[in-house]
């Protein structure tokens, strides 16, 4: 049995792929629209940037005073162990 197609049954259902078009694209332009209201921009990187290199300034100083203290701690440590090896324990 042969379906009858006429031209209003295909003006119809380009219509409908057409809703179905405008839909999609609504649904994509809300969540483009979504998507630039919650991304960083070039001032908040810039921002966050600013903010790590301030406390790159704080523990630089605080890494080097580490370092000194190890190597002292090593110092102190070799040189005790040659002064245990000298005294009768």
Do not use: F
């Given at each position: 049995m042969k379906k009858n197609v006429t031209l209003e049954l295909i003006s119809k259902q380009i219509e409908q792929g057409f809703a179905a078009v405008a839909d999609d694209i609504s649904a994509?332009?809300?969540?483009?629209?979504?998507i630039k209201s919650?991304?960083?921009?070039k001032s908040d990187i810039a921002h966050?940037?600013?903010?790590?290199?301030?406390?790159?300034?704080?523990?630089?100083p605080l890494s080097r005073a580490y370092d000194k203290d190890s190597v002292?701690?090593?110092?102190?440590?070799?040189?005790?162990?040659r002064i245990e090896k000298r005294l009768p324990v």
């Open positions: 994509i332009k809300e969540d483009i629209t979504d919650t991304m960083a921009t966050l940037e600013k903010g790590q290199e301030k406390i790159r300034e704080q523990l630089e002292t701690i090593l110092d102190h440590s070799r040189r005790i162990s």
